[in-house]
């Protein structure tokens, strides 16, 4: 069956600009998470939602971090005003229930110029 | 706070050396534990997991065991074989209300070699 998508799989910013990395979890799957992965390390949690519910959000490094489930389903992690260091690998992951084994996507290899 | 903490990689094995890759947790409350595998190209896969301390954990040749007394959760592989190339990933999850968001390592790269 389908896996966790993400896209774009790629995205060159230049600084200063806004982002958009669009997550499409497995169908069905309520809980969704996103982890910020930078070069050499493990990756890091930004937010969880369950369902449309964004019930952690203490990843966050700023507020220039926003993220949405607004129907439960498709999410979508926006950064405004890109900086350098937000180049990560951005993955998404979703669940079945809270506690199951979670299932990541490819990710999106943000590089910001 | 909940850390993980793995041994200083890169590491290269010839094909069917004996593998031991550490990892120590530090955690509030209970965790699960879990190892991650990522090939090249290729997206974040659990590899193995534990639940609960002495449950031992095993997948395509891999195992570990949960280890309260030591709070470690080690991998170990008897004889590696050349697909076992990727990067390696210790995690946790302590289970919080709603949330069961993971902890990982920095991750070690294995290469075998044939």
């Known amino acids: 069956g389908a896996g966790v998508s993400q896209s774009p799989r790629y995205k060159v910013a230049k600084r200063g600009q806004d982002v958009a990395l669009r997550c499409d979890p497995i169908s069905g799957h309520v809980s969704l998470f996103w982890y910020q992965q930078a070069l050499g390390q493990g990756p890091e949690f930004l937010t969880y939602?369950?369902?449309?519910?964004?019930?952690?959000k203490s990843g966050l490094p700023s507020d220039r971090f926003f993220a949405e489930r607004p129907e439960g389903s498709v999410s979508t992690l926006k950064i405004q005003r890109t900086q350098q260091e937000d180049s990560a690998v951005y993955l998404c992951a979703s669940s079945l229930l809270t506690g199951n084994e979670q299932y990541f996507g490819p990710g999106t290899r943000l590089t910001v110029t | 706070g909940n850390s993980v903490t793995q041994m200083e990689g890169p590491v290269t094995l010839s094909e069917e050396a004996f593998l031991t890759i550490n990892c120590t947790y530090t955690a509030t409350g209970y965790p699960s534990l879990f190892w991650y595998v990522q090939y090249p190209g290729e997206g974040l896969q659990l590899l193995l997991k534990?639940?609960?301390?002495?449950d031992k954990g095993s997948n395509k040749g891999f195992e570990a065991t949960y280890r309260k007394e030591t709070t470690s959760f080690h991998l170990e592989k008897g004889s590696v074989q050349v697909s076992d190339s990727a990067v390696y990933f210790c995690a946790l999850s302590v289970f919080a209300g709603a949330n069961s968001k993971l902890t990982f390592g920095k991750g070690i790269t294995l290469s075998v070699r044939p």
């Open positions: 939602f369950q369902n449309e519910a964004q019930l952690d």
């Open positions: 534990a639940t609960k301390a002495d």
